[in-house]
């Protein structure tokens, strides 16, 4: 059974740094690329990272390039989400999913298939001073 679970969520004030993790089970990391997707208070969820560690592509959306950096761990089944410069704008609540995609080609870099996704239970990240 195929299955996510995010930790490390946790308060920071801005310009801190947090690392999240999500641990899988169920299969191997380089089966499937692992999405990374937020959800701010009043907004819908929106993807902005994806990983596939089979080939090592790692994709970031604009407003975490260069702050936000992925990696994975094989023999944990674990990616994390090393989060730095954290803004109040970062705020919000962090899932991790996949949807059995092998890869994180655009177009479709951001977003899984909501007839297949899995995903786990969120993290809550809060960046307040």
């Known amino acids: 059974q195929v299955q996510l679970v995010e930790s490390g969520g946790g308060l920071v004030q801005p310009g801190g740094s947090l690392i999240l993790s999500c641990t899988t089970s169920?299969?191997?990391?380089?089966?499937?690329?692992i999405r990374w997707f937020r959800q701010a208070p009043g907004k819908e969820r929106e993807g902005f990272s994806c990983?596939?560690?089979?080939?090592?592509?790692?994709e970031y959306e604009n407003s975490v390039k260069g702050r936000f950096t992925m990696s994975t761990d094989s023999e944990k089944n674990t990616v994390f989400l090393q989060m730095n410069n954290l803004e109040p704008e970062d705020t919000a609540i962090y899932y991790c999913?996949?949807?059995?995609?092998?890869?994180?080609?655009?177009?479709?870099?951001?977003?899984?298939?909501?007839?297949?996704?899995?995903w786990g239970q969120g993290t809550q990240v809060t960046v307040s001073s």
């Open positions: 999913a996949t949807d059995r995609s092998p890869s994180c080609l655009p177009p479709y870099s951001y977003t899984v298939d909501s007839r297949s996704a899995i």
């Open positions: 169920g299969f191997t990391l380089k089966d499937y690329a």
């Open positions: 990983v596939d560690a089979d080939t090592g592509d790692k």
